[in-house]
């Protein structure tokens, strides 16, 4: 069975940063490509971010230069660094494998103003 399990989020001020992890059991998370999503109150979910198999990667425009998505195959983890944080920035986050149903159930970051 496969479980994702986010971790990371908090309250911080912005401008501040935060480092979230992904950890995934039951599957090779080496290969897979991996988003990192957010869903805000009242907003669709949105991807911010994936890598592939290779460690290519790519941004949703409002997170690009402030957000690293990164992952550890030997820690079968996936992480997203984020700096520079937004109110804007608030919302769940949560990971998954690109065209998977793995949901977890997330991570909220809160960023204040």
């Known amino acids: 069975q496969v479980q994702l399990v986010e971790s990371g989020g908090g309250l911080v001020q912005a401008g501040g940063s935060l480092t979230l992890s992904c950890a995934a059991s039951?599957?090779?998370?080496?290969?897979?490509?991996v988003g990192w999503y957010r869903q805000a109150p009242g907003k669709q979910r949105e991807r911010v971010a994936t890598?592939?198999?290779?460690?290519?990667?790519n941004y949703v425009d409002s997170v690009k230069g402030r957000f690293t998505i990164s992952r550890d195959n030997a820690k079968n983890t996936v992480y997203l660094r984020m700096n520079s944080l937004k109110p804007e920035d608030t919302a769940v986050y949560y990971c998954?494998?690109?065209?998977?149903?793995?949901w977890g159930q997330g991570t909220q970051v809160t960023v204040s103003s």
């Open positions: 039951g599957i090779n998370f080496r290969l897979y490509t």
């Open positions: 998954n494998g690109v065209g998977r149903d793995w």
């Open positions: 890598i592939t198999t290779l460690g290519s990667t």
